[in-house]
């Protein structure tokens, strides 16, 4: 009977061991959810990033704008492997994704739709600053299960910054596109100016933060520097106003593709900014 007894204590003994192990392996390593691996981007912004921190074969489409030469925000041949949508919600159903990327700007019709049918989407704020940038970075990152790269990611846009900083006093500069579209102050483009040693003189016209600056008013108080989307050759062809403005101002070309989205877009946005300022007279 004692023997028994013994053979059952020890048993006992065994178990709880087991137990213990098994809790204690679980803390020291716990269950991890599994990366989603059909995503859907709705967005050009969130395409950019997450073409630089999610697998290839993680990405089931991104937004048709990152077909669309006028409206992407990355190289052509980066988005050119990548199906795209064109933001219905049957559409993205039918890709039967598990995550679905989008901006706060879709339309709540849509979002409601996917939620309705069971799918997870995860929405994020439009940026407007390079805090904001670094945040919808990580968030993308996290949602594909890569936090590494988002932070590699981000390390790049800090280092890019820390480049374009410059000693000298800012250069008044005024960004106008071709149809008349300035950022004004409190925008992202603001803040890059900044950080390239620009001082964004679009509060001097009175204008808001997205603001639209006709040709009669921009003729009347040329800027220093006005940076554009076409060569001040190409500008003062276009109309006489446009001409007396290029003997007045320094124009410098900025892609307006620097000006859609942040993210990867930052690193060369920046790079080009700080050169436009070294080169100036």
Known sequence: MTALRSLFE?????????AVGLALLCQVAPAQSPKPQRIVSLNPCIDAVLVEVADASQILALSHYSHDPAATAMA???AAPFAVTYGSAEEVIMLQPDLVLTSTMT???????LRD?????????VPQSLVAEREQIRAVAEAAGHEDRGVALIAQIDHAVALAHTKQPPVPALVRQLDGLVPGDGTLVDELLQAAGFANTSADYGLAQWDMLPLELLAANP??????????GQLARLHPAYARITRQTAVRVLPSRYLRCGGPTL???LEHLADIRRHLP
């Open 117 to 125: 049918y069971g799918v997870a989407v995860q929405t994020l704020p």
């Open 223 to 232: 800027p220093q520097v006005m940076l554009t989307d076409v060569p001040a």
């Open 10 to 18: 020890r048993r006992l003994l065994v178990h709880a061991v087991v």
């Open 76 to 78: 052509m041949e980066r």
């Open 107 to 113: 339309s709540s019709a849509t979002l409601r739709a």
């Open 267 to 269: 690193v060369p946005a």
